[in-house]
T-cell receptor, first 112, second 112 residues
Framework: DTAVSQTPKYLVTQMGNDKSIKCEQNLGHDTMYWYKQDSKKFLKIMFS???????INETVPNRFSPKSPDKAHLNLHINSLELGDSAVYFCASSQDLAGVRFFGPGTRLTVL | GQSLEQPSEVTAVEGAIVQINCTYQTSGFYGLSWYQQHDGGAPTFLSYNGLDGLEETGRFSSFLSRSDSYGYLLLQELQMKDSASYFCAVRSGNTGGFKTIFGAGTRLFVKA
């Protein structure tokens, strides 16, 4: 069974479009995250949710809107996509103070 | 602010031992994690140090000195498959929430 899953795996779209990425974890974890990894492989935290509540928002443009319908799901909607949004987006989850344990496979977003 | 420093690249030969160092500056420090990421893949969790000392998991060991704000990942009996990027990450926060902040990564090349 996949612990953290994301869809889609690849997303190619035009500037100005709106797109969503979905994430689900079957580990029963309370905390879920979105990370962005740029072309230089730098992993930057974007959001963190605990039990469906937003607890961390790392000064991400408000074009990015996360939504957590329940603690097993954390989706990411992006409005008015820009070239600089091209990156790999990873969903992740954790349960304890040890931090992020499980990452999803990633969604490679390419904005043309 | 928060910062982590680790070497950008390390090269070693198969069968050797390599140490990847990480120094950090952060407030509300809880622990130091290490992750491995192969090209095109997702980061995978390797180890976590919440207390000073050495943690060993098979060929990999991780060390933390909280007083020195320093840790390292030790890889023994290197194999070609160990060629990957390795990230140190600090777990920090307070009652308002915790986050895992990643270093820029160390690219390990294992040569035959």
């Amino acid at each position: 069974d996949t612990a953290v899953s994301q869809t889609p795996k690849y997303l190619v779209t035009q500037m100005g479009n709106d797109k969503s990425i979905k994430c689900e974890q079957n580990l029963g974890h309370d905390t879920m995250y979105w990370y962005k990894q740029d072309s230089k492989k730098f992993l930057k935290i974007m959001f963190s949710y605990n039990n469906k509540e937003l607890i961390i928002n790392e000064t991400v443009p408000n074009r990015f809107s996360p939504k957590s319908p329940d603690k097993a799901h954390l989706n990411l909607h992006i409005n008015s996509l820009e070239l600089g949004d091209s990156a790999v987006y990873f969903c992740a989850s954790s349960q304890d103070l040890a931090g992020v344990r499980f990452f999803g496979p990633g969604t490679r977003l390419t904005v043309l | 602010g928060q910062s982590l420093e680790q070497p950008s690249e390390v090269t070693a030969v198969e069968g050797a031992i390599v140490q990847i160092n990480c120094t950090y500056q952060t407030s509300g420090f809880y622990g130091l994690s290490w992750y491995q990421q192969h090209d095109g893949g997702a980061p995978t969790f390797l180890s976590y140090n919440g207390l000073d000392g050495l943690e060993e998991t098979g060929r990999f060991s991780s060390f933390l000195s909280r007083s020195d704000s320093y840790g390292y990942l030790l890889l023994q009996e290197l194999q070609m498959k160990d060629s990957a990027s390795y990230f140190c990450a600090v777990r920090s926060g307070n009652t308002g929430g915790f986050k895992t902040i990643f270093g820029a990564g160390t690219r390990l090349f294992v040569k035959a």
